[in-house]
């Protein structure tokens, strides 16, 4: 597709069950970031992934939180152990380059019981 | 500190007005400023971007205002439509090597009345 794509688009999930979402980026975009947004909130940095390079993670809030990506492709957010704070919609984003214009997924809506 | 959803601040306007939407950021160094529209149940949507090198920066019926020296960045919407209900937020780079790496103001509630 043309747009960043994500999967699910909502999630319920029982407490201290893991959860698995996933991002497809624009196609040719190097450049991944995932993002929070709480209810009625601005966007949290999560996560940021360039190429090859080293993900920058110093946005994840937990060890029950990580994110891996496969090459230039697809991205998957894990959430361990969920707590009812994890409600949140969960955003993807790509970018051409590092320093290229930020394009947003749809998102993925969690919410934990 | 984050205010919650009913504290957001909110802008009403009539079909055919301007809007202006304002944000204070807070890092000197940040050098990249992004504003998005924010519909509900959907993704953040790119509206117009600017770099520190510049002051004004135009787009269609959009002007975003950047002044470094008290921090502060507007969003000004012609001819307000609509469809431009929404929410805005602004962002700023905070992450040097990277424009992704942002922080995000809590967002303006724009309402347009027909």
């Known amino acids: 597709g043309a747009g960043v794509s994500q999967s699910p688009s909502n999630k319920v999930t029982e407490k201290g069950k893991d959860v698995e979402l996933r991002c497809d980026p624009i196609s040719g975009h190097t450049a991944l970031y995932w993002y929070r947004q709480r209810l009625g909130q601005g966007l949290e940095f999560l996560i940021y992934f360039q190429g090859n390079s080293a993900p920058d993670k110093s946005g994840l809030p937990s060890d029950r939180f990580s994110a891996e990506r496969t090459g230039e492709s697809v991205s998957t957010l894990t959430i361990q152990r969920t707590q009812q704070e994890d409600s949140a919609v969960y955003l993807c984003?790509?970018?051409?380059?590092?320093?290229?214009?930020?394009?947003f997924g749809e998102g993925s809506w969690l919410t934990v019981v | 500190g984050e205010s919650v959803g009913l504290h957001l601040p909110t802008l009403s306007v009539q079909e055919g007005d301007n809007s202006i939407i304002n944000c204070a950021y807070s890092?000197?160094?940040?050098?990249?400023f992004i504003w998005y529209k924010q519909e509900s149940g959907k993704g953040p949507q790119f509206i117009i971007d600017?770099?520190?090198?510049?002051d004004k920066r135009q787009g269609q019926r959009v002007t975003v205002l950047l002044n470094k020296t008290v921090k502060h960045l507007s969003l000004q919407i012609a001819a307000t439509q609509p469809g431009d209900s929404a929410v805005y937020f602004c962002?700023?780079?905070?992450?040097?090597?990277?424009?992704?790496?942002?922080?995000f103001g809590q967002g303006t509630i724009l309402t347009v009345h027909p």
């Open positions: 984003a790509s970018s051409r380059g590092q320093l290229d214009t930020i394009y």
């Open positions: 962002a700023e780079n905070s992450g040097g090597t990277s424009y992704g790496k942002l922080t």
């Open positions: 600017i770099r520190s090198n510049m």
């Open positions: 890092n000197s160094a940040s050098d990249y």
